[in-house]
């Protein structure tokens, strides 16, 4: 009998517009992604494909909750974890915008803590290690850009190991923070990992970010996204906090246990109560929402009728601002990866194409030249690329061009 359940469960909710796509090979994606589910790889999985103008093929596999063996509905709740970022750069680029902010401002003026950091000489001498003075001040297109010389502590070295420490403490025992400035200041007693716009390294700049928002607009952080990014957008099911109804639809965290069996995790992110606004996570969203955001950033910044940045800066969003520092193939923009060379690189994607993803395994892609978004989502520990290839390489496969 659970067997025929988990069968129903698998085939739940799949979602086709003929005509757009070569539906086959979405279904080669479903296929895999049901082997997946049966095989204790993740619990469930929602992934939607946005082609010409309309949602071409959208499918909703397995369970919200794997030890309660709830299915996952169509359009649950994410965790988003660091697919918040490129909305806190959306914010940011507003404030540019309107000419309240430089992306060549010295980042310092809004919080000087940033002025007192040097450069650690080793990453192998951990956070206390020997320094350098620092060359330059760190600018604002340094931190969207990720070459500040911050580090979001997820590496394997001594000094991320650290670090990551400091901040975050452990999965199942969390640091516990009043606030982001409380967060940030931790951030900020560690030195640089290296010198500004020498390198990129992912870091957690987009909390400083976070921060500036705040300071430059004088709003507090998640007023400002609900005013000028979730409302205008109609991304009603998105927040740092959720209404109970909304709580309802987040799909649980799942991870593998020491035996290997995969499990709902025993520590889930708060979905109410919580006062850390950040930008390098914090958000969770729908599906349906983070749509309307990825839908905003193809129409060049503005969607139904309302304009959320300037064709011009979205534009410049999706620009490489990195040059050769990720690769031959890869740069990045303000607030997005962005595949500079698909002829450099393995991917069947187009060049020009943006995307990011989220430490729980969500994933979106945005495709200008194909007129093209997909995004893919679901709640697992550790974070890994398969998914990420997988949807690449079936999306592409199906563009009947």
Request: aromatic fraction near 8%; proline fraction near 4%.
């Amino acid at each position: 009998m659970r067997i025929l359940f988990l069968l129903l469960v698998l085939g739940l909710q799949t979602v086709v517009a003929q005509g757009l796509l070569k539906t086959e090979k979405l279904t080669d994606f479903e296929d895999f992604l049901k082997k997946e589910i049966t095989g204790g790889k993740i619990a469930g999985a929602e992934v939607l494909v946005y082609h010409q103008d309309e949602i071409a093929w959208r499918s909703t596999l397995g369970y919200q909750d794997l030890d309660k063996q709830t299915p996952l509905r169509e359009n649950s709740v994410y965790f988003l974890q660091s697919m918040t970022k490129p909305i806190m750069s959306v914010a940011i680029m507003q404030l540019v915008e309107q000419g309240r902010l430089r992306l060549d401002e010295d980042a310092a003026t809004y919080l000087p803590g940033l002025n007192q950091l040097e450069v650690i000489n080793d990453l192998s001498t951990g956070v206390n290690g020997a320094t350098s003075k620092r060359k330059s001040n760190i600018s604002i297109q340094q931190l969207l850009t990720h070459t500040a010389g911050l580090s979001h502590g997820l590496e394997e070295n001594t000094f991320d190991k650290e670090l990551f420490k400091l901040m975050y403490n452990d999965l199942f025992d969390p640091a516990v923070y009043e606030k982001l400035e409380d967060r940030v200041n931790v951030l900020l007693q560690v030195p640089l990992i290296g010198q500004p716009g020498e390198q990129w390294y992912y870091s957690a700049a987009t909390d400083v970010l976070a921060l500036i928002v705040q300071k430059v607009s004088g709003q507090p952080i998640n007023t400002y996204l609900r005013e000028h990014v979730f409302t205008p957008l109609g991304m009603n099911e998105t927040g740092y906090n959720l209404t109970d109804k909304t709580a309802k639809a987040v799909m649980k965290v799942h991870l593998q246990n020491e035996e290997g069996a995969l499990i709902t995790s025993p520590m889930q992110a708060p979905t109410q109560g919580n006062t850390v606004y950040g930008g390098t996570y914090g958000l969770f969203s729908s599906m349906n929402d983070y749509l309307q955001f990825c839908k905003m950033i193809l129409n060049q910044g503005s969607l139904n009728g309302k304009q959320v940045l300037e064709a011009e800066t979205v534009a410049l969003m999706q620009k490489n601002h990195v040059g050769t520092l990720l690769g031959p193939s890869r740069g990045f923009g303000l607030g997005f990866g962005v595949l500079v060379d698909t002829e450099k690189d393995p991917s069947p994607a187009s060049s020009g194409q943006i995307y990011w993803g989220g430490f729980f395994k969500t994933h979106f892609f945005i495709d200008p030249a194909e007129d093209l978004i997909a995004i893919f989502m679901t709640q697992k520990l550790p974070n890994t690329k398969e998914y990420v290839i997988a949807l690449n390489r079936h999306v592409y496969a199906a563009l009947k061009n």
